[in-house]
């Protein structure tokens, strides 16, 4: 059985786990209904069953202290790879909105402060460098960077459709890209795309976006 089989056969839970390569933040998790959505640094995909026992442990009781968790990772942490280096400026504030005050509201709302590892900056202005227009933001899993397209550093764009770029982008990083079983990569599943439309403006967002294109 997997490591998610595994936990999910411990805790009674059904488990959602996206891998990372953050060396602070090893294990972190938040509980919505009878999921667990569970971020977990990827050198524990070959953590021995009492490290994954323990695991399980500590969804069920977050108090509690993990020893074998914390052993595991030091003895390993020497394969973590370092992370990718972001390339340009990191500029969050732009001339209307304030993209990190933006990222920390939505991330105390809809993700529980889980996304503490995420780095987010307007995009280029310069005409050379700058994203197409219809490339609203992205996300690199490498760097964990959310890039937000500049044109909508703007009074006449609302708030909440700033809010709903910046929220998808955070979807990305939350949920990760997931294996179809025909092998390809799929990053606007069905869990997404229900995720997506959990955003409090988010037909708002949808018709105002269709304004634009």
């Given at each position: ?5 595994i936990?999910?056969?411990?805790t ?11 060396r ?22 070959e953590?021995?069953?009492d ?56 991330n ?11 780095t ?5 202005r ?23 397209n ?11 459709f ?32 229900e ?19």
């Amino acid at each position: 059985m997997n490591l998610k089989g595994i936990l999910q056969r411990r805790t009674g839970k059904t488990i959602e786990i996206t891998y990372t390569n953050n060396r602070i933040n090893i294990i972190s998790f938040r509980k919505q209904g009878g999921t667990v959505y569970l971020r977990l640094q990827r050198l524990f995909k070959e953590a021995p069953l009492d490290v994954i026992y323990e695991i399980a442990e500590l969804i069920k009781n977050p108090g509690i202290k993990t020893p074998l968790i914390n052993e595991y990772f030091r003895r390993n942490s020497w394969r973590v790879r370092k992370p990718a280096r972001v390339r340009g400026k990191i500029e969050p504030v732009g001339r209307v909105y304030d993209l990190k005050r933006i990222l920390e509201r939505l991330n105390r709302e809809y993700f529980g402060g889980a996304l503490t590892d995420i780095t987010i900056t307007w995009g280029s202005r310069q005409r050379r460098h700058a994203v197409r227009k219809r490339t609203l933001g992205s996300y690199n899993y490498e760097t964990r960077t959310i890039r937000i397209n500049p044109i909508l550093d703007s009074p006449r764009v609302p708030l909440y459709f700033v809010e709903y770029v910046v929220y998808h982008e955070m979807l990305h990083a939350a949920l990760g890209i997931k294996r179809q079983r025909n092998g390809r990569r799929a990053v606007h599943t069905r869990e997404f795309k229900e995720r997506e439309r959990q955003f409090r403006h988010y037909e708002e967002a949808i018709q105002w976006e269709k304004r634009i294109n």
